[in-house]
């Protein structure tokens, strides 16, 4: 008997719709996960029939970011982690600068590479249970998966510093007020919502929004150049006492060394 897939791929009607599946996991991605995002992106890039993607998680989370057991256990040296970073690109970038609509659905835990996720997306409905977190320093990190280019270009670059270097968690109410999510819906209808939103689109121009998309998007190889620095940062960051100590001390369900603000 196979396992269970990691990420979900449905397919109808001009409408891909990506689900991550691991809940037990709180939908954090590991290995496993980030290959199989990897192979699914580049399926719905090349089939011209989809026309709008939905990307979403199982069970009441979207993605509670990196899987810290799987960090804590990989052994990579820093030419590893650039590899492992590096590869994972290759996919962010895609998602990043699809040609159609990517609506992104979050429900509980969008933290760390969770929100770095629902950021790739041109809309994010999320529910009011709905929590997000740039919670890269907590665990002695810098942010990856494309949110050192998408976070600010969305709030501004002041507030991107103050969430990255706080890395304090925040509701869906605020998140709406500083351009993040684009709508609120209760937790039964935001599947629904997101799907009545994506086949909107599958009746408009394909060429029209490919073209607004492709307008709106980075010049001059703007992203691929951010997303290699962010690779190489976070290699760097990988290899630091910081991070080791801080991934120990959550795994062991103690404090982690950095809170905001000190003393909580």
Known sequence: ?????????????????????????????????????????????????????????????????????????????????????QDMNDWVRDLISLDRPVVAAVDGMATGAGLSLALTADFVLATPRARFSASFLRVGLVPDCGCLYTLPRV????????????????????????????????????????????????????????????????????LAALLDAEAQAQAMAMSTPGHRLAVNRLLEKQAPPYNWPAGT
């Not at 939905?54 to 820093?78: E, K, M, P, V, Y």
């Not at 270097?165 to 709508?183: K, M, N, P, Y």
């Open 155 to 222: 709030v501004g670059v002041q507030r991107a510093k103050e969430l990255m270097l706080s890395a304090r968690e925040f509701g869906a109410d605020e998140a709406q007020l500083l351009g993040i999510v684009t709508e609120i819906a209760v937790a039964d209808a935001l599947l629904a919502r997101a799907r009545a939103i994506a086949r909107s689109f599958v009746q408009a121009s394909p060429a029209a929004v490919s073209m607004i998309k492709r307008n709106l998007a980075p010049q001059g190889g703007e």
């Open 1 to 85: 008997m196979s396992e269970p897939r990691s990420v979900l791929l449905d397919i109808k009607d001009g409408v891909a719709e990506l689900t991550l599946n691991q809940p037990e996991r709180r939908n954090a991605l590991d290995p496993a996960m980030r290959a199989q995002l990897a192979d699914t992106i580049v399926a719905v890039r090349r089939d011209r029939n989809v026309r709008v993607v939905i990307l979403t998680g199982s069970q009441g989370h979207f993605c509670a970011g990196g899987d810290l057991r799987a960090l804590a256990s990989a052994g990579l040296d820093n030419e590893g982690w650039l590899q492992r970073f």
